[in-house]
């Protein structure tokens, strides 16, 4: 089919099946994927490794917050980490997609992940470090989001997803070091 300029905008039925036989061995990257599905999948492992680095942090963080007006943040923390692995199933199943395999190795974690692996004893500071890496996520993701534009519309959309939950985590820990005394109004 062709548009009011004489594009084709459509495949004709029988060309379009004629390109989903060839190369199936690449699934769901066609050839009218946008991308470069190596450089994607390099890209996505830091990413899984940023949210993986965030599970760890929030999930240590729930365990150990102390003091009276504990409990809340302790729950925060928590539902935080469970936002996060959510984020970094997500990300690993769209590695997964695109031919590649997600790297959770352990051992090189913390120098994949944009965000850093910060621990204290203090209340406010662990909710300041939480605020610090949600910044560098939000900060990270709009620049994937950019990068990817419409050359990758999934993974683009799916950042976008990630990057709106990872803004209402940076309100959440502004919110919770206001209240806990960690900045001014």
């Known amino acids: 089919m062709t548009d009011a300029s004489g594009q084709t905008f459509l495949s004709d039925v029988t060309q379009l099946r004629d390109k989903a036989r ?14 470069d599905a190596g450089k994607t999948i390099e890209i996505l492992q830091t990413v899984l490794a940023t949210e993986l680095v965030c599970v760890l942090r929030y999930t240590q963080n729930a365990i150990v917050a102390t003091g009276i007006a504990s409990e809340s943040v302790k ?7 469970k936002e996060e692995q959510h984020h970094a199933m997500q990300v690993a199943e769209r590695i997964n997609q695109l031919g590649g395999s997600p790297d959770m190795n352990p051992a090189t974690l913390t120098e994949r992940s944009a965000a850093e692996y ?9 909710i300041r470090e939480n605020l610090i890496a949600e910044r560098i996520a939000i900060e990270h993701y709009r620049e994937l989001v950019r990068y990817f534009g419409d050359k990758d519309p999934v993974t683009r959309v799916m950042l976008e997803g990630i990057l709106a939950v990872e803004e209402e985590h940076a309100a959440d820990m502004l919110d919770l070091m206001r209240t806990h005394g960690g900045t001014e109004h």
């Open 22 to 35: 060839r190369g199936i061995e690449r699934g769901a990257v066609t050839d009218s994927y946008g991308g």
């Open 75 to 81: 729950s925060e923390f928590a539902e935080h980490a």
């Open 118 to 126: 910060k621990t204290s004893d203090d209340l406010v500071a662990m």
